[in-house]
């Protein structure tokens, strides 16, 4: 089992930052993924960006290339997403998740944490 804790999210005005932590314990070398994902109102959960724990390879979707940035402390068991010149659009609850294997894919992510809402105001 991994147990993931989301934290850091809130208002923000557009052009602002944001820091996401996620907090990892149990058998997380079980899980070498993490990935970030997010939902907003009436749309579907969609991939942010991903991170190998061991090798640190990130990956990212388009619409946040260059503006967010993934990274992990191992010592820390924790990941992180640096987001700036936040828009209004992404506005959304924001999960991090762990798999064996980083993907896009919402259905490859076996451990989800509760969620950390961001909201960036225009």
């Known amino acids: 089992q991994v147990q993931l804790v989301e934290s850091g999210g809130g208002l923000v005005q557009a052009g602002g930052s944001l820091r996401l932590s996620c907090a990892a314990s149990?058998?997380?070398?079980?899980?070498?993924?993490v990935g970030w994902f997010r939902q907003a109102p009436r749309k579907e959960r969609e991939f942010v960006a991903g991170?190998?724990?061991?090798?640190?390879?990130?990956f990212y979707a388009d619409s946040v290339k260059g503006r967010f940035t993934i990274s992990r402390d191992n010592a820390k068991n924790t990941v992180y997403l640096q987001m700036n010149s936040l828009k209004p659009e992404d506005t959304a609850v924001y999960y991090c998740?762990?798999?064996?294997?980083?993907?896009?894919?919402?259905?490859?992510?076996?451990?989800w944490g509760q969620g950390t809402q961001v909201t960036v105001s225009s």
């Open positions: 998740a762990a798999s064996t294997v980083v993907t896009f894919y919402v259905r490859n992510y076996d451990y």
């Open positions: 149990g058998r997380t070398t079980s899980r070498d993924a």
């Open positions: 991170i190998r724990r061991r090798s640190g390879g990130t």
